[in-house]
C-alpha cells in the first residue's frame, strides 16, 4: 500500500532525492555516499529512511551493486524532475534580482506554433531580457504537464480531458487542415482530385485519439472508403516533413498554417483537395486555480492581439 501524499511529503528531503539521483549514477553505496558528500554509514540509512517512507523496496542488492527495480526507476525519475525543477527555480530568482524578464514557459499545438511565434516576437520586443520554454505537442499530454505545473499557458484542445471544467480558456477560430505531399508527388497536379485516389498512397498520420487523425478518420468514413491500412504515425511536425522529403508517395493531412509556410520553403504542397470536415477549435489554456504571472499574463495579451489581427484578416 503506497503511503498518502502528505506522509511521503512530511518524510522527504531533499538530499535523499540527491543520493537516489547518485545511486542511479554510480551504482554502489560507496561512490553514491562520496557523490553527495555523505559517509556510507549515512548513506545506507539515508537510503533505509527513503524506502521505509514508501513502504518497499526501491534496489534489488547484487553482487554488482544497487540496481533499481521498477519502483526505484519511477521514483528516481520523478527525483530527477523535482531537482531541475529547483535548478530552474534558483536561475529565475537569480534573474528576478538581477533585474532579467523571468522564466515563460508555453505550450502549443503543432497548427498554433505561428500564433505563439508571432506573440513571442510582439512580446520580445517590448521586454527581451527573458527566457522562453516552447513545448509542442499534442493536447493531452500539454495539458498534463499544465497540470503538473511545467506550463504557464498552453494552446490546446481540452475536449479529450476527463475534467475540462478545471481550464480557463480563451477560444480562437478553428483550424483549417491541409492535405500536403511530397513537391513530386503523382497527384500534386490533379486539379480533379479525389480522396479515392489518395486511398492507393501510404500516408503519415496523426495518432489514434488526437484530433487531426479523427477529422481525417471521418472524411474517409463519409466518402465510404477503408482508411488506409498501415499508415506511418508521429504527433511531430518535423518527423512528418521528414518523411515527406523521404518518400514521395507519402501523403499526410496537418494544420493550414504549417503547410503554407512549408510550401512557403519548398518542402511541400497542399494538394488540391479540400476537406469537407472541419476540425474543432483550440483555445489559449490555464488553470482557474493557478494565477497567471505577469509575464505570462503579457503573453496572453499578444496571443488575444493575434488572434483579433487574424479574424480581421480573414473577414
Known sequence: ??????YIASRL???????????????????????????????????????????????????QGLQANDLGRCVIRYARLIHSDLAHLREEMLGILQGHGGHLAVGTIAGAVPLVLRALTDLRQIQADISVQIVEDISPRLLKLLDEGRLDLAIARTSG??????????????????????PQHPQQQNLALNLTDLSQYSWVVYPTGTPMRAVLEREFSEAGLEFPRYPLETSSTFTMLSLLQEDPNLVAVMPNSIASSSEGFGLLRR????????????????????????????LLEHLRSQQEQEARLSD
Open 161 to 182: 480531458s476527463q475534467h475540462p471544467d478545471v481550464y480557463a480558456c480563451l477560444s480562437l477560430h478553428p483550424e483549417r487542415l491541409a492535405l500536403v505531399a511530397s
Open 1 to 6: 500500500m503506497i503511503p498518502s501524499l502528505t
Open 13 to 63: 528531503r531533499i538530499r535523499q532525492l540527491q543520493l537516489l539521483i547518485a545511486l542511479d549514477e554510480h551504482g554502489t553505496l560507496h561512490r553514491a555516499a562520496e557523490r553527495v558528500s555523505i559517509s556510507q554509514p549515512g548513506a545506507t540509512k539515508a537510503l533505509h529512511e527513503i524506502e521505509a517512507t514508501f513502504g518497499m523496496p526501491l534496489f534489488s542488492r547484487t553482487s
Open 271 to 298: 494538394l488540391p483537395l479540400e476537406l469537407l470536415s472541419r476540425n474543432e477549435p483550440y483555445a489559449i489554456v490555464h488553470r482557474r486555480n493557478a494565477s497567471l504571472s505577469p509575464l505570462a499574463q503579457l
